[in-house]
């Protein structure tokens, strides 16, 4: 499977995973000190989730991927169609989060136990998501597609250029992961783990 749409793929799925790990660990961490979290930091994060993984990972797999696989695998359909409502409702999940964080900083502690069980639901429907596009989508397009097809998917996915798979953020994305990089725990920034 050394495709370069793969890799982007598996190199973006890590990034989003390694952003969720530290989104959990910060909550983690400010319920064990008694305290609140980095809202401003939780605030980036969540922006990073909506501008990246869901306006462009998301839009070229639905846009570009999976009309392929639909032609080339049709045993597939099923699982295709279960992600796409998948993809379809994460701009809402979003929504959802970013309310519930707002929700939990203005009115205090009594919001913070919806966030957290938001978050760690999204979590948890997140990394199923992606190992289901990982072990059942990428081998069967492995398999089936042929060169002129991987040659369109490597031009759509090299352009994604998330800055959390080590390139350099456009211009206007440099703040955001400035802050997420200097504040956020490990494994996505260098901000405290303890």
């Not at 998948?86 to 970013?98: C, F, V």
Request: a negative charge; aromatic letters at 8%.
């Amino acid at each position: 499977m050394d495709h370069t749409t793969i890799r982007i793929i598996f190199d973006e799925h890590q990034a989003l995973s390694a952003m969720l790990r530290s989104l959990s660990m910060m909550l983690a961490q400010a319920r064990r000190q008694g305290g609140l979290p980095d809202f401003e930091v939780l605030r980036a994060m969540l922006l990073y989730l909506d501008e990246f993984p869901e306006r462009l990972h998301h839009k070229k797999e639905s846009e570009l991927l999976f009309p392929k696989l639909r032609e080339r695998a049709p045993q597939l359909v099923p699982v295709l169609d279960a992600l796409d409502r998948d993809h379809a409702s994460g701009e809402r999940a979003i929504r959802n989060l970013e309310h519930l964080l707002l929700a939990f900083e203005v009115m205090g502690e009594a919001r913070r136990q919806a966030f957290e069980q938001a978050v760690e639901s999204y979590i948890e429907f997140y990394l199923n998501h992606m190992a289901k596009e990982e072990s059942e989508l990428l081998p069967a397009a492995a398999a089936s597609f042929s060169a002129a097809d991987w040659a369109e998917l490597d031009a759509a996915f090299a352009a994604n250029r998330d800055p959390l798979t080590g390139h350099e953020p456009d211009e206007s994305y440099r703040p955001l992961f400035s802050k997420i990089v200097l504040m956020a725990p490990a494994p996505i920034g260098l901000g405290p783990t303890q």
